[in-house]
């Protein structure tokens, strides 16, 4: 039987000592294993996690009709979740999309000005240096091949590229689900960028879709991160494996595998500190955890995610150069979508990086973490049926 759909016991949970339980896991009603979930890649995982679709449904055996539709969202939910997403976004909207349309407005010619002052909003709105010029300087082309003299269509060829570039990103994740045993992803990222709050959303996530989930308190630079790990474990119902303060975080994550493979959970995410006392130690330090975990579940851990915090714009991209040469980063979620109107860093990543983006945060609450789509991305950035 799989890993992930083994049958819950509703055995007591008893923590290793020096850990603490806050909340017992309620237990999901037993459901029968499918058997082909197996080689679904992580992202399409995430996906189908994010639109809130039972897990246990996919490739089962047996000629009863898959109620498909069960659990998927409904279409109205649809258009209120986009509208969110919409609003999230926003500002970026603002600053990008409605800075180009004003550009735009009456304009009769392609001049150099023109394409300088779009320039000038592309790098603003933290598209980036390259891929602004791969945008300019693909009108530019097109304007001096005589392809393209409408500043209209150079609008709508823009917004088009910029798709192009969010969906390249699209690819499927090489990666497979464990074929026993939990699916552990480690959480990564500098300090403040999210990560705790976004390992309770993502942990919420797999509970509503009937996964038995356990958190890691790997932060254990300060008291408040091994607290506020806590808290969302009690939110979300959810056991919490924890030491105090100032512990080694590689001996919490030993302590929490080991105790998630004794008790059957399917899924274990681990938090990690994001700020030690060098730059240097912590890189080191994630790498020790990353081998800890490898030792107790030979292809552990599953997804490295990285979590950038979209208002810090350049920056997040650097930070993701930096994590990638000391962790195999898997995944990225970006949160603070909603706060920044440098959004653009979204399409930036895409363009630069071969990771794909799992999970864009749109706000604090429980479900503004939402599962990142492209071309939802794009439609609710520049979608122009949409009322503010
Ligand atoms: N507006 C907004 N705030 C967020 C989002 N994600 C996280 N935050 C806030 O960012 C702050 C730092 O988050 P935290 O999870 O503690 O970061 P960590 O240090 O990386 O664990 C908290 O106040 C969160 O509520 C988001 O998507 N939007
Ligand atoms: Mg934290």
Known sequence: MLGWFKNKSSDDLDLPEGSEQKVQATEEPVKEAPKSILHEDVGVLFKRLTRGESLVQKGQEGEEPVEQAEKSILHEDVGVLFK??????????????????????????????LLDDLEEILITADLGVETTMALVDDARDKVSRKELSDP?????????????????????????????????????????????????????????????VLLVAGDTFRAAAVEQLKIWGQRINVPVIAQEAGADPSSVVFDGIEYAVKRDFDVVIVDTAGRLHTKVNLMEELKKIKRVMGKKISDAPHEIMLVIDATTGQNGISQAREFSKAVDITG?????????????????????????????GIGEQMDDLRDFDPEEFAEAL???DIDQ
Do not use: H, W, Y
């Open 332 to 360: 990225l979620t970006l949160t603070k979508l909603d706060g920044t109107a440098k959004g653009g860093i979204v399409v930036n990543i895409c363009r630069e990086f071969d990771i794909p983006i799992r999970f864009i």
């Open 152 to 212: 209209q269509v150079l609008k709508t060829v823009l917004k088009e590229k910029i798709k192009e570039f969010l969906l390249s990103s699209d690819k499927p994740a090489e990666l497979v689900m464990p074929e026993e045993g939990p699916f552990v992803i480690m959480v990564v990222g500098v300090n403040g960028v999210g990560k705790t709050t976004s390992i309770g959303k993502i942990a919420n996530k797999f509970v509503n879709a009937g996964q038995k």
């Open 84 to 113: 969110r997403l919409t609003k999230g976004l926003e500002k970026t909207r603002g600053n990008l999309v409605v800075r180009v349309d004003e550009l735009f407005l009456g304009k009769k010619v392609i001049d150099p000005e």
């Open 382 to 384: 520049f979608g122009s």
